[in-house]
Nanobody
Framework: VQLVESGGGSVQAGESLRLPCEYS?????MGWFRQAPGKEREGVAI???????RYADSVKGRFTISKDNAQNTLYLQLNSLKSEDTAMYYC???????????????????WGQGTQVTVS
């Protein structure tokens, strides 16, 4: 299983970014996580193979997770960015049709290398 993120960068508060993650498998639970300096990695959004989604309270209404199975790409649309969204963002996957583990880090067996998002 290979996960390759891209799309990170430096933006001003209030602006938007879209993070793509190319994957090599289908019918997996997939998600986006982030880790800020000095903080633990936390869940941002997850999507199961039926398209059901779940979001962290801190990003509800601002971020959207989606999948394009034809392109084998997972997306995270980040709108109305805030300085507290600054972090390394990671794509993750688990060989499970449903995201039964929620945002639990140990549930996800596959991780990308991360892409940096900086909001000033």
């Amino acid at each position: 299983v290979q996960l390759v993120e891209s799309g990170g960068g430096s933006v001003q508060a209030g602006e938007s970014l879209r993070l793509p993650c190319e994957y090599s498998q289908s019918r997996y639970c997939m998600g986006w996580f982030r880790q800020a300096p000095g903080k633990e990695r936390e869940g941002v959004a997850i999507i199961d193979s039926d398209g059901r989604t779940r979001y962290a309270d801190s990003v509800k209404g601002r971020f959207t997770i989606s999948k394009d199975n034809a392109q084998n790409t997972l997306y995270l649309q980040l709108n109305s960015l805030k300085s507290e969204d600054t972090a390394m963002y990671y794509c993750a996957a688990q060989r499970s049709t449903y995201c039964s583990g929620g945002f639990r880090l140990g549930f996800f067996g596959y991780w990308g290398q991360g892409t940096q998002v900086t909001v000033s």
